[in-house]
């Protein structure tokens, strides 16, 4: 089992930063991939940003040149360094795991996919206004 919470979210204007964390416990030295995503309302759940466990990284076209994804392995945290954000950033993020289960290995294009994520946090909110 893994537990996640994040913290780090809040209410910004519109060019401002925030730097969103996700701290891991449990049995985090079996977490092969992990990842943020958002839910805005009205809209579906998307990737954002998520890394595996040797730090290859892959970023959603909304978040790239903004957004930086890091991990913490020793702290077993999960950043997301947000900059000039904008009002459409709007939304409630969440931060996922996936466990290595028998040798997982999948290409960076596909780390942004749900379906993959086992563990998920409850969230946290960032507003953005203009």
């Known amino acids: 089992q893994v537990q996640l919470v994040e913290s780090g979210g809040g209410s910004v204007q519109a060019g401002g930063s925030l730097r969103l964390s996700c701290a891991a416990s449990?049995?985090?030295?079996?977490?092969?991939?992990m990842g943020w995503f958002r839910r805005s309302p009205g809209k579906e759940r998307e990737g954002v940003a998520a890394?595996?466990?040797?730090?290859?990284?892959s970023y959603a076209d909304s978040g790239k040149g903004r957004f930086t994804i890091s991990r913490d392995n020793a702290k077993n945290t999960l950043y997301l360094q947000m900059n000039s954000l904008k009002p459409e950033d709007t939304a409630v993020y969440y931060c996922?795991?996936?466990?290595?289960?028998?040798?997982?290995?999948?290409?960076?294009?596909?780390?942004?996919?749900?379906?993959?994520?086992?563990?998920w946090g409850q969230g946290t909110q960032v507003t953005v206004s203009s």
């Open positions: 996922a795991a996936r466990p290595n289960y028998g040798g997982s290995w999948y290409p960076r294009p596909q780390f942004l996919n749900s379906y993959l994520y086992n563990y």
């Open positions: 449990g049995y985090t030295s079996s977490i092969y991939l």
């Open positions: 890394i595996d466990s040797d730090g290859s990284a």
